[in-house]
Nanobody, 116 residues
């Protein structure tokens, strides 16, 4: 079954760090563009970071310099290292995969809560 499974969320104090992981059961994982999104209560889902096949990355302005996205094609995984966390980073974080043909897959999400 094709799926994405996120892990690594939790409760952390402001200024702390968390590392999210997304494990993908995709036979051609290396060809997929991967991204992390988040959705806070009452807000729309927004992209946090993305990484494409060649390793190029992009970030939302709100997380630049604090978050780092990376991928390990040998492990079919993508990661989000989150440092200097702020209360406004509190949200459910989702992993997304997009194939070269436009096939789109979402994970179930992992909760990140940052206390002040």
């Amino acid at each position: 079954q094709v799926q994405l499974v996120e892990s690594g969320g939790g409760l952390v104090q402001a200024g702390g760090s968390l590392r999210l992981s997304c494990a993908a059961s995709l036979s051609t994982f290396s060809s997929y563009s991967m991204g992390w999104y988040r959705q806070a209560p009452g807000k729309q889902r927004e992209q946090v970071a993305g990484i494409i096949e060649d390793g190029s990355t992009n970030y939302a302005d709100s997380v630049k310099g604090r978050f780092t996205i990376s991928r390990d094609n040998a492990k079919n995984s993508v990661y989000l290292q989150m440092n200097s966390l702020k209360p406004e980073d509190t949200a459910v974080y989702y992993c997304k995969a997009v194939s070269p043909t436009g096939y789109l897959l979402w994970g179930q999400g992992t909760q990140v809560t940052v206390s002040s």
